[in-house]
């Protein structure tokens, strides 16, 4: 009985199978996706080169200060100890502290992810500023706040695409019927 109920309904199962693929294909080989899907891929490749320059090259040196002793990874402060920790010692190292299961504040961390994070943003603003330099086109776009309706817009626009406002003023002039 299931038998014949499959190849009753095999046709129409088919033709939504191609309908659906046909459809995700459509949409995979869209222009946008692609240019999306290469974007997030250099993306990634460069956040791997930033985090390296700032772990790698940035970091170090700043850990030969004389109040910081160690890798900026490692330092973290114990708010609860452990149910295994020996009293009067301490956690040499924050993997540790977490298979005693004290409760850490891994403050260092949070600094190298704030270095990598402001590192990740100046490289972006110099490659599209040396990008405008050299093209003359401007990847960074200068916004205003319409004065009708507060939106941002750019700031050489001349009509508010928000509010359909004109921004040179024409609506402010007083005209005459006549």
């Known amino acids: 009985m299931s038998e014949e109920r499959l190849f009753e309904h095999a046709p129409s199962v088919i033709r939504k ?27 990634n ?15 170090p040196p700043v850990a030969l200060l004389p109040f910081i002793n160690r890798n900026f990874e490692e330092k973290f402060v114990v708010l609860r100890k452990g149910p295994h920790a020996a009293p009067g010692h301490g956690y040499n190292t924050l993997e540790q502290a977490a298979a005693d299961g004290a409760v850490v504040l891994a403050y260092g961390e949070f600094i190298t ?7 990740l943003g100046i490289f972006l ?11 003359k086109q401007t990847i960074i776009k200068h916004t ?6 507060r939106k941002y817009i750019p ?24």
């Open 125 to 135: 603003y110099l490659i599209a500023r040396s990008y405008a330099f050299f093209t």
């Open 155 to 178: 700031q050489n626009a001349k009509r508010c695409f928000n509010c359909t406002t004109w921004l040179d003023g024409r609506e402010d002039r007083e005209t005459s019927a006549l």
């Open 45 to 59: 490749g460069f956040t791997k080169v930033v985090n390296s320059l700032v772990s790698d090259i940035l970091l």
């Open 113 to 119: 992810n704030v270095t990598n994070f402001l590192a």
């Open 17 to 43: 199978v191609k309908t659906v693929w046909s459809d995700f294909i459509d949409f995979v080989a869209s222009e946008n996706v692609l240019q999306v899907a290469v974007g997030l891929i250099i993306a």
């Open 144 to 149: 205003v706040k319409c004065a009708y309706c």
